[in-house]
């Protein structure tokens, strides 16, 4: 992906587990994607961590080149190392369902297929934001009736314009700000 290009992106956890359901771990994705923001390396317009996976709409500022540089690969990469060592120290028999190699010590908690999809209007974006802040209330498991109710999503933002995470651009205010410079 090049910079400036805002885009969508699912990633799973392996095998479609609930690593997720233990808010410790949502709260590694929420810290990471708060230094991606700060760092300048993307801006958050939406986001929606569900039990099993992470739905995110951002758009990329910076990027080298190096897979390694890209923001995706940097988060899944940068949230293992904490998920991996916070079950080693807390749960270590919920660490055996990660392994997926043992005798070359391999551990995997992102699935591979997260691939980003460009997303190039305003109303793909506000379709797309719609489409995860309504996740949870789908999601019978999470027992959600109202999207703003969800604590892990950037719904509530923008049904209140309050950011409890300090994290989300609003898109809305970014694409008036191009309009207005064409």
């Known amino acids: 992906m090049n910079a400036d290009t805002i885009t969508f992106f699912t990633l799973g956890i392996y ?5 997720f359901s233990n808010d410790i771990y949502k709260s590694y994705v929420i810290e990471h994607l708060k230094l991606l923001e700060k760092t300048g390396m993307v801006k958050v317009y939406g986001f929606c961590i569900m039990p099993t996976h992470v739905n995110i709409i951002w758009k990329i500022l910076k990027q080298t080149g190096s897979k ?8 899944m990469k940068m949230t293992s190392y904490k998920f991996l060592v916070h079950l080693r120290e807390n749960h270590p028999s919920v660490l055996d369902r990660f392994w997926v190699d043992r005798f070359f010590q391999k551990i995997q908690f992102w699935q591979k297929s997260g691939v980003p999809q460009e997303v190039y209007t305003k109303e793909e974006l506000d379709h797309l934001l719609n489409y995860i802040h309504q996740e949870p ?5 999470l027992d959600v009736t109202e999207a703003e109710n969800y604590t892990y999503s950037s719904a509530k933002y923008y049904q209140t314009g309050n950011d409890e995470w300090d994290l989300i651009t609003n898109y809305k205010a970014e694409f008036a700000i191009e309009k207005e410079l064409v």
């Open 15 to 19: 095998k479609r587990q609930n690593l």
């Open 68 to 75: 390694e540089e890209m923001p995706h690969v940097n988060l």
């Open 137 to 141: 209330v789908q999601e019978s498991q």
